[in-house]
């Protein structure tokens, strides 16, 4: 059993690369370019007789039982056969390796002053598309979203898994006791009063906290999805990142996240449309109105424990796996600082 991370030497990820430029019958000399940005794999531009393409390196972990490449490959996969073009074409891929090539897709990152109605626009039509074509019989062979969940009961419970593991978190270092302080006399206590809120809410209005969704109701979620996940071409249009996390999920998570996200905030100006939007498609679009009222702030608490996964162990590894850090204790106490900032927005703001 593989005990730690597995990174490919230079020349290993070049042979690897035109063995699947040959399974997707391009050929040509091959030159590797690392690429910054990614926050959890190794990422390549992958030069091959003048065209681009882009070659992933998934973490691959005992601890993060996660099929990364699989599942975001079997996601593109289902888009692209069913005609949805707002992603990079999947091209081919190694899954002993853990190794996926895609369409490279030229553009910039988008920052978050440029989020307007119509970006928000096209990352509801991207879903909406995908989505449209669930009933076809492909589809079933889709897996569950990462942590996807269908009843209420089951988002708090796994925010409360998350609350727990932080509570794990050892104070070896100064940023690490800020964390085990912010950790305990903090997000834990503000945990506390937003599940209490969701109970009484949910009686309130009726929801009871055990009752599934209807599996009509069910959406493909793309996951993780936001503004930050996402490639701005030149002709304006937006092409979406990042599906390792995708599958069949609450599209109240799918909601939740998109506006909590905090690395390209979205105003929830536009949360409203984007609500209806995505409820008028479901079987009974006023409990479902309920039910993302109810999880937008446990989905902001959930931010606030995804910005410290720095703290845990695996994460700590992810990170590095993927060269995005170089001096640990500063990004930890940047990602503490997020969380502090993402939590008092939580209280200030009262959404609980």
Known sequence: MMTEVVSLSLEQLQEAAVELMAVAGLGGEVELHPLTGGGNNRVFRVDADGSNFLLKVYFQHPGDRRDRLGTEFAFSQFAWENGVRALPQPLACDRQQ???LYEFVRGRRIEPQEITAETVEQALNFYLEINRYKQVSEDQILPQASESCFTLEEHLQCVERRIVRLQTVEASSESDRSAVDFIHRELF???REVRSR???QANQWSLQLEAEIAALDRCLSPSDF???NAILTDS???RFLDFEYAGWDDPGKMVSDFFCQPA???SLDYYSRFVEAVVSELSEPEQHRQRMAILLPVYRV?????LLNDFLPVGSQRRSFAGQVADREVHK?????KARCALEYLKQNREF
Do not use: N, R, T
Request: hydrophobic fraction near 50%; charged fraction near 10%.
């Open 98 to 100: 853990g190794l996926g």
């Open 189 to 191: 206590e503000v945990w």
């Open 198 to 200: 969701v109970i009484e």
């Open 226 to 228: 936001g503004f930050h």
């Open 236 to 238: 304006g249009q937006l």
């Open 264 to 266: 390209v905030p979205v």
């Open 302 to 306: 959930k931010w606030c424990c995804i």
């Open 333 to 337: 106490a940047v990602q503490l600082q």
